[in-house]
C-alpha cells in the first residue's frame, strides 16, 4: 500500500514514537517509558497474557474473581489495612481480567514512587485472598449479576456471545454466572495466579515523572520475583458460528434490545485498516455514519446505533447493535442489513471514504491527552502485538486506504451481507 498523504493527513510535527523509551530492568523486565514532568505523577499500566479465557473448565469468572481480590489484602495487611495505606498516600492500584489478558494499573504522585511500587509488589506476589473478602467480592460479583438477569442489553449480548462463540472461551460470560462462581474456591485462583502472573509475558508502559535507571530498579522490585514462564493454556482459533440465525430471548419491555454481528478481519490482516474504515462509514458513532443516518435521522427508529470490529488474540467480529420500539425491531434489523448489504456490494462513497479517513486520523491525538490514555495506549500497542513504531505509522496507514482498498475490505468484512442477529424484547416479526 502506497502512502499518499493529504493536508488533513500531513505528519504530524513531532514524532510520538521516539518520546517512548524501551527500558530494561537488571533483571530483564522491559517497559515502555515516556518522561513527562509536566505534573508530579506517574501512571503504571501492565499485563499478562492469559486473562478470562484461562478460567478452568466449568468455573467461568475465576480471573476476573482474581482480578477483584488482588488488591483485597496482601503481605503483611489485610483487605482494610491494604486500602488504607492505598489512600494515606494517595495511591490507586487495580486490576481486570479480560478476554486475552490480565491487566494491572498504578497511579501514583512521583514523591509516593517508592511506597507505591512496594505496595504493588505485595498484591502482586504477596495477595493474600482471605475469605472475608472472597466471600464478600464473590456476593458483589453474584448480585450484578442477579440485577442484570433480565436488562435486555445485558440478555442480548450474553445471547450473541453464547452463540458467535459457542464451544469456545470466549463464548463464555467473563464474570462468570451463579453456578460457576459458585464452584470457584480459594485453590482455583491460587493456581490460575501461578499459571498467569509471569515475566515472561508481561507487558508494561509508564508514563510521568520518572527517569529510565529508576523505573528499571522498581520493575525488578515489583515484578522481579515472578515466576519466568507462564504456565497458560493455548487458546484454540474462534470460529465464528450462527451466521443467518436469529434469536429472540422473551423479555417483557416495550423495547427490544439488538445484536449483531459477522466474522470480522484480524489485527494482522493486512485489510485490517481499511476494513476499520469501511467500519467507520458504516456505524462508527458519528452522525456521519450510514447507521445513524438511516436508522435515526431518516426514520426515527433508535436514539442510537452503531457498529465496531472487535479484535481477539484468537478471532474477530463485526459487532453491532441498537434499541428500539418492540414495534418496529424488524424494521430496524431491514435497515440494517440493506445498509450492510451495499456497503459489501458498491463500498463508500469517495466523500464518505474521505470523512471517515479525516475522522478516523484526526481523533487520535485525543487518546493521548493525559499520561493514563498514553500508558492505556502503549500498553494496548505491546498486547495487540504491534512495534512502538505503530504510534507514527497508523495514521499514515489509514491515510493510504484507497477506494480499491475500501471496496475490497467491505467484500471481505460483510460478504454476502448475513448476520447472526439476538434479540432481547417483544420483537413483532422476528
Known amino acids: ?54 478460567d478452568p473448565l466449568g468455573k467461568a469468572g475465576a480471573a476476573n474473581l482474581l482480578a477483584g481480590l488482588l488488591d483485597e489484602g496482601a503481605g503483611p495487611y489485610d483487605s482494610e489495612g491494604f486500602h488504607r495505606a492505598l489512600d494515606e498516600d494517595a495511591i490507586e492500584i487495580s486490576f481486570s481480567a479480560h478476554r486475552d489478558n490480565f491487566h494491572g494499573r498504578m497511579q501514583t504522585l512521583s514523591r509516593n514512587v517508592p511506597r507505591a511500587f512496594e505496595l504493588l509488589r505485595l498484591a502482586v506476589n504477596e495477595a493474600r485472598l482471605d475469605a472475608e473478602p472472597f466471600d464478600r467480592v464473590r456476593a458483589q460479583i453474584s448480585a450484578g449479576l442477579r440485577r442484570e438477569a433480565n436488562e435486555p442489553d445485558h440478555v442480548a449480548s450474553r445471547v450473541f456471545r453464547e452463540i458467535s462463540y459457542a464451544g469456545h472461551p470466549y ?29 515472561e509475558s508481561l507487558k508494561i508502559a509508564v508514563v510521568g515523572a520518572i527517569d529510565a535507571p529508576a523505573l528499571a530498579a522498581r520493575l525488578d522490585e515489583a515484578f522481579g520475583a515472578l515466576p519466568r514462564a507462564s504456565l497458560i493454556a493455548p487458546t484454540p482459533a474462534a470460529v465464528f458460528k450462527g451466521v443467518g440465525e436469529r434469536i429472540v430471548a422473551e423479555v417483557d419491555v416495550p423495547q427490544s434490545t439488538i445484536r449483531f454481528g459477522r466474522p470480522g ?33 431518516k426514520r426515527g427508529l433508535a436514539y442510537s446505533v452503531y457498529s465496531q470490529i472487535l479484535t ?49 486520523i484526526g481523533s487520535y491525538a485525543l487518546r493521548f491527552d493525559t499520561s493514563t490514555k498514553i500508558a492505556a495506549q502503549l500498553l494496548a500497542l505491546q498486547t495487540d502485538g504491534f512495534g512502538v513504531e505503530h504510534l507514527d505509522a497508523r495514521n499514515a496507514i ?12 467491505a467484500r471481505r468484512l460483510f460478504g454476502d451481507g448475513e448476520l447472526l442477529v439476538a434479540v432481547a424484547g417483544r420483537p413483532d416479526g422476528m
Open 1 to 54: 500500500m502506497t502512502v499518499a498523504l493529504k493536508s488533513y493527513e500531513a505528519a504530524p510535527k513531532s514524532s510520538r514514537a521516539e518520546k517512548v523509551r524501551k527500558v530494561v530492568s537488571p533483571g530483564g523486565i522491559e517497559a515502555w517509558l515516556v518522561e513527562d514532568y509536566a505534573v508530579p505523577l506517574v501512571a503504571v499500566e501492565f499485563a499478562f497474557k492469559g486473562g478470562a479465557s484461562q
Open 171 to 199: 463464548g463464555l460470560p467473563a464474570r462468570g454466572d451463579l453456578d460457576t462462581l459458585h464452584a470457584l474456591d480459594r485453590d482455583d485462583l491460587l493456581d490460575l495466579r501461578g499459571k498467569v502472573l509471569a515475566r
Open 265 to 297: 478481519l484480524e489485527r494482522a490482516d493486512p485489510d485490517f485498516f481499511a476494513a476499520m474504515v469501511v467500519n467507520h462509514v458504516l456505524g462508527g458513532g458519528v452522525f456521519s455514519a450510514r447507521l445513524f443516518r438511516e436508522v435515526r435521522e
Open 312 to 360: 481477539y488474540d484468537h478471532g474477530a467480529m463485526v459487532y453491532g447493535g441498537t434499541s428500539t420500539k418492540n414495534e418496529r425491531a424488524a424494521e430496524s434489523m431491514a435497515v440494517i442489513k440493506e445498509e450492510i448489504a451495499s456497503l459489501a456490494a458498491d463500498g463508500p462513497s469517495e466523500e464518505e471514504l474521505e470523512k471517515a479517513k479525516k475522522y478516523l
Open 398 to 409: 489509514i491515510a493510504a486506504v484507497t477506494m480499491d482498498d475500501a471496496r475490497r475490505a
